[in-house]
């Protein structure tokens, strides 16, 4: 069984930093990747970023620059700088198979991943 489990939300000021962490713990079968979405309230699930078993990563255009994802064997991480109020989210770390389009990885969609953590909350005031 996979188990998906987040940690790291706070609160914080805006221009703070933040680092999640996310460990998948159990069997895929198959190469897979690992991703971070967030939700704010009354919004739909959005990626944030996403990184795949040769490393390659692809991040949503409002986070690049600012976020990194990494991985350090069964952790995820995502390091979140210069955060903003639009920041604030519960945020989501995802495991799936991983989405590959003509320009090569991508986060995907909510539907891409079959396996969901509870979430972990960030907020950023201003």
């Known amino acids: 069984q996979v188990q998906v489990v987040e940690s790291g939300g706070d609160s914080v000021q805006a221009g703070g930093s933040l680092r999640l962490a996310c460990e998948v713990s159990g069997r895929i079968i198959g190469t897979y990747c690992v991703a971070w979405f967030r939700q704010a309230p009354g919004q739909g699930r959005e990626g944030v970023a996403a990184?795949?078993?040769?490393?390659s990563t692809n991040y949503a255009n409002s986070v690049k620059g600012r976020f990194t994802i990494s991985q350090d064997n069964a952790i995820l991480y995502l390091q979140m700088s210069s955060l903003k109020p639009e920041d604030t989210a519960m945020y989501y770390c995802a495991a799936g198979a991983g989405v590959y389009k003509d320009y090569g990885f991508d986060i995907g969609s909510e539907g891409d991943y079959g396996y969901w953590g509870q979430g972990t909350q960030v907020t950023v005031s201003s």
């Open positions: 990184i795949d078993s040769d490393g």
